[in-house]
């Protein structure tokens, strides 16, 4: 019987691939045969280089079985005949690629060490369509190995994979874009894809989604293509640059448009793109302006929890904005951000729910809301046994729940200042900042201070004045403040401190105008204890204060009047500031529209004027002008310390006039 042959083009292609693939299975079982049989021959001759050089491959790929070889060594052959084959061989040979477990890491390395990479990174160059997707599906695949990104980007491969979204393929398009946010997950490989334009491409892919099908098209293949595109933004957007680039190819309108769509596969990665962009003012203001807040809410209550985790910290970066917060408000999206606290297993989840209802506490009117929900209680529960990202927004939405009187009580009564003082001794800046926030919204009440000092919570905020970190100290001498204010017995509370006065010293050499003005608040409160105010005069302080007074920030202006206004009570300290040159600058603080710094200014000045020689400087400065203007329209308090200082100045006059007749 004579054996037909059948054309190539004419038989079966799964027929052909199957026979294909016995074919290569029989020629391995029998190399690898071979193979074996020579190791053993020379397995005694070995040299100590080649020991080597396995120890390092052993490292490389831990899983040294005899099944991985024969998968290294499949990749082998199969890298060899795409080295050789024609168009259609070609198609066969990625075909029998894929179906390889291309998620092992022992093939990925295979394929990058036996040159089958720059194979399938060349194949993006050719105009044969069906190869250009074989081998962007196994790119997709294998980019996800660290290795073989940094790899791909060294070839140049992200530049043809950019060069490849220009064709009219939607399959292509879409592997492209998902091999591209696989490999743009460092700052190189997110740089290449901007210069080469591929940002503009990627959000212009977004326009193909179903709203805008035309009559025929395949809807699923639009809604994959702006999938992979919005994940490839969602890659590039963790660069500050490419953010602005995403803005300006007008990726903002298109995203919000995507937003509505009731696809989650969709929604997830334009969520992920948002979240990332909302970091950026203008981003958070386009959010507010094309109403996407409404569907941020919205989808908090998805069954997906990536897209409620996603949704939730959008939120949480754009509820800095007082707008955003009340329109969250208005979308009734409070509660559904307190129901996600009950999903404390999912951690990433938590921390995106606790980080929203943190800045949407900033707002007190969401507070009392928030309040309605039992959410204090939710949040005192979660101050334990949980990780610090979590901690760090429970811990911040705690000291804003903490401006309003009655729940200074309910942080207490349900151990909230015991497990709060607990987390002082960690060492994580951002929670400890929070942390001695909530403390000090806390010690505002009386009883609060006496749980606090009782628990050692107030040597332990004092030591956090020494912590390196300019914003925990600041935070940290803000705490202190209420708890001097309101201690029984404040003097000997501070002087117990041992080294804690010259802290504070020490501290007004500060080059941060943020500890400054928190110190000069302590040294305000503590200047009204006479012993202590003595201590700080002998340590140096008037000096001190009075290098200050040049400074042209109203905040630390405000409280540095009044640190110098008490430390005025203590023996010289009058003269020793006029000595120091304290006294001009003041004068110009009256310039100010503040209240509060006219009233420490004014009050300052009265004590100081009862020193001679600072009368003779005030009056120099043209004092008398700006005095008697406060005096006809300031609050109570600042006309009577302006029409004191004014007195002061007229009688030392009249004293001079009385001296020369």
């Given at each position: 019987?004579?054996?037909?042959?059948?054309?190539?083009?004419?038989?079966?292609?799964?027929?052909?691939?199957?026979?294909?693939?016995?074919?290569?299975?029989?020629?391995?079982?029998?190399?690898?045969?071979?193979?074996?049989?020579?190791?053993?021959?020379?397995?005694?001759?070995?040299?100590?280089?080649?020991?080597?050089?396995?120890?390092?491959?052993?490292?490389?790929?831990?899983?040294?079985?005899?099944?991985?070889?024969?998968?290294?060594?499949?990749?082998?052959?199969?890298?060899?005949?795409?080295?050789?084959?024609?168009?259609?061989?070609?198609?066969?040979?990625?075909?029998?690629?894929?179906?390889?477990?291309?998620?092992?890491?022992?093939?990925?390395?295979?394929?990058?060490?036996?040159?089958?990479?720059?194979?399938?990174?060349?194949?993006?160059?050719?105009?044969?369509?069906?190869?250009?997707?074989?081998?962007?599906?196994?790119?997709?695949?294998?980019?996800?190995?660290?290795?073989?990104?940094?790899?791909?980007?060294?070839?140049?491969?992200?530049?043809?994979?950019?060069?490849?979204l220009d064709l009219p393929v939607k399959e292509l398009q879409a592997l492209a874009s998902e091999t591209i946010a696989h490999v743009a997950k460092f700052r190189r490989a997110r740089r290449t894809v901007r210069i080469h334009g591929g940002i503009r491409k990627l959000v212009k892919m977004l326009d193909c989604f179903p709203y805008s099908a035309k009559p025929g098209e395949d809807m699923?293949?639009?809604?994959?293509?702006?999938?992979?595109?919005?994940?490839?933004?969602?890659?590039?957007?963790?660069?500050?640059?490419?953010?602005?680039?995403?803005?300006?190819?007008?990726?903002?309108?298109?995203?919000?448009?995507?937003?509505?769509?009731?696809?989650?596969?969709?929604?997830?990665?334009?969520?992920?793109?948002?979240?990332?962009?909302?970091?950026?003012?203008?981003?958070?203001?386009?959010?507010?302006?094309?109403?996407?807040?409404?569907?941020?809410?919205?989808?908090?209550?998805?069954?997906?929890?990536?897209?409620?985790?996603?949704?939730?910290?959008?939120?949480?970066?754009?509820?800095?904005?007082?707008?955003?917060?009340?329109?969250?408000?208005?979308?009734?999206?409070?509660?559904?951000?307190?129901?996600?606290?009950?999903?404390?297993?999912?951690?990433?989840?938590?921390?995106?729910?606790?980080?929203?209802?943190?800045?949407?506490?900033?707002?007190?009117?969401?507070?009392?809301?928030?309040?309605?929900?039992?959410?204090?209680?939710?949040?005192?529960?979660?101050?334990?046994?949980?990780?610090?990202?979590?901690?760090?927004?429970?811990?911040?939405?705690?000291?804003?729940?903490?401006?309003?009187?009655?729940?200074?009580?309910?942080?207490?009564?349900?151990?909230?200042?015991?497990?709060?003082?607990?987390?002082?001794?960690?060492?994580?800046?951002?929670?400890?900042?929070?942390?001695?926030?909530?403390?000090?919204?806390?010690?505002?009440?009386?009883?609060?201070?006496?749980?606090?000092?009782?628990?050692?919570?107030?040597?332990?905020?004092?030591?956090?004045?020494?912590?390196?970190?300019?914003?925990?100290?600041?935070?940290?001498?803000?705490?202190?403040?209420?708890?001097?204010?309101?201690?029984?017995?404040?003097?000997?509370?501070?002087?117990?401190?041992?080294?804690?006065?010259?802290?504070?010293?020490?501290?007004?050499?500060?080059?941060?105008?943020?500890?400054?003005?928190?110190?000069?608040?302590?040294?305000?409160?503590?200047?009204?204890?006479?012993?202590?105010?003595?201590?700080?005069?002998?340590?140096?302080?008037?000096?001190?204060?009075?290098?200050?007074?040049?400074?042209?920030?109203?905040?630390?202006?405000?409280?540095?009047?009044?640190?110098?206004?008490?430390?005025?009570?203590?023996?010289?300290?009058?003269?020793?500031?006029?000595?120091?040159?304290?006294?001009?600058?003041?004068?110009?603080?009256?310039?100010?529209?503040?209240?509060?710094?006219?009233?420490?200014?004014?009050?300052?000045?009265?004590?100081?004027?009862?020193?001679?020689?600072?009368?003779?400087?005030?009056?120099?400065?043209?004092?008398?002008?700006?005095?008697?203007?406060?005096?006809?329209?300031?609050?109570?308090?600042?006309?009577?310390?302006?029409?004191?200082?004014?007195?002061?100045?007229?009688?030392?006059?009249?004293?001079?006039?009385?001296?020369?007749?």
């Amino acid at each position: 019987m004579m054996l037909q042959l059948i054309p190539l083009s004419e038989m079966d292609p799964l027929r052909l691939l199957h026979t294909w693939l016995s074919t290569v299975t029989d020629v391995l079982f029998v190399f690898r045969r071979s193979i074996v049989a020579s190791l053993s021959e020379e397995h005694c001759s070995e040299s100590s280089s080649e020991s080597e050089e396995e120890e390092e491959q052993t490292e490389r790929r831990p899983d040294t079985s005899t099944e991985l070889q024969s998968e290294y060594w499949q990749v082998q052959k199969l890298v060899k005949y795409l080295k050789a084959a024609d168009q259609t061989a070609t198609v066969l040979v990625l075909c029998a690629m894929m179906d390889l477990d291309l998620m092992k890491e022992v093939i990925q390395l295979a394929i990058l060490d036996l040159g089958g990479l720059e194979l399938l990174l060349n194949l993006l160059d050719t105009t044969d369509i069906r190869s250009k997707i074989g081998s962007l599906k196994i790119l997709a695949k294998i980019s996800q190995n660290v290795i073989i990104r940094q790899t791909i980007v060294n070839m140049r491969g992200l530049q043809r994979m950019v060069n490849n979204l220009d064709l009219p393929v939607k399959e292509l398009q879409a592997l492209a874009s998902e091999t591209i946010a696989h490999v743009a997950k460092f700052r190189r490989a997110r740089r290449t894809v901007r210069i080469h334009g591929g940002i503009r491409k990627l959000v212009k892919m977004l326009d193909c989604f179903p709203y805008s099908a035309k009559p025929g098209e395949d809807m699923e293949k639009n809604l994959e293509v702006a999938r992979c595109g919005a994940s490839a933004l969602w890659s590039l957007s963790k660069s500050s640059k490419n953010k602005e680039a995403i803005r300006k190819a007008g990726g903002i309108p298109l995203l919000g448009l995507l937003l509505r769509s009731p696809y989650e596969k969709i929604a997830i990665p334009v969520v992920g793109t948002l979240q990332e962009c909302a970091s950026q003012k203008n981003y958070r203001v386009a959010i507010q302006n094309e109403g996407m807040v409404k569907d941020l809410v919205k989808n908090l209550s998805s069954d997906n929890e990536e897209l409620q985790m996603l949704c939730a910290s959008a939120i949480f970066k754009c509820a800095e904005d007082k707008l955003t917060r009340d329109l969250v408000r208005s979308h009734h999206g409070l509660q559904p951000l307190v129901s996600l606290l009950s999903k404390a297993e999912n951690k990433q989840l938590l921390a995106a729910a606790t980080g929203a209802i943190w800045k949407c506490s900033i707002s007190m009117e969401n507070v009392a809301i928030f309040q309605e929900y039992k959410a204090l209680h939710m949040l005192i529960g979660l101050l334990t046994d949980q990780p610090e990202e979590v901690l760090v927004n429970v811990v911040g939405a705690l000291g804003q729940f903490a401006q309003i009187q009655a729940n200074k009580a309910a942080i207490c009564n349900g151990g909230g200042i015991r497990a709060l003082i607990n987390l002082l001794n960690g060492t994580n800046q951002a929670l400890l900042v929070n942390v001695a926030k909530a403390v000090g919204a806390c010690a505002t009440e009386r009883d609060n201070v006496a749980i606090i000092d009782q628990l050692d919570g107030v040597r332990l905020v004092w030591s956090l004045l020494k912590n390196p970190n300019a914003e925990v100290q600041a935070s940290a001498a803000w705490a202190i403040c209420p708890c001097i204010e309101n201690a029984k017995d404040a003097g000997e509370m501070v002087l117990f401190l041992i080294g804690g006065l010259k802290l504070i010293i020490q501290l007004l050499k500060s080059p941060s105008n943020k500890v400054l003005t928190s110190i000069c608040a302590i040294i305000a409160k503590l200047a009204k204890d006479k012993e202590i105010l003595g201590v700080l005069s002998d340590r140096g302080v008037v000096p001190l204060l009075a290098g200050l007074t040049n400074t042209t920030d109203d905040r630390l202006r405000c409280h540095l009047a009044e640190a110098i206004g008490h430390c005025c009570m203590w023996s010289s300290n009058r003269a020793c500031f006029g000595d120091h040159g304290a006294v001009g600058p003041l004068v110009y603080y009256l310039e100010s529209n503040d209240n509060l710094l006219l009233l420490n200014t004014t009050m300052a000045l009265y004590q100081l004027s009862k020193d001679p020689n600072n009368i003779i400087t005030m009056h120099e400065e043209g004092v008398v002008e700006p005095l008697v203007k406060l005096i006809a329209s300031g609050t109570d308090e600042i006309q009577e310390f302006a029409a004191g200082c004014v007195r002061n100045i007229r009688l030392l006059v009249l004293a001079n006039q009385r001296a020369v007749y």
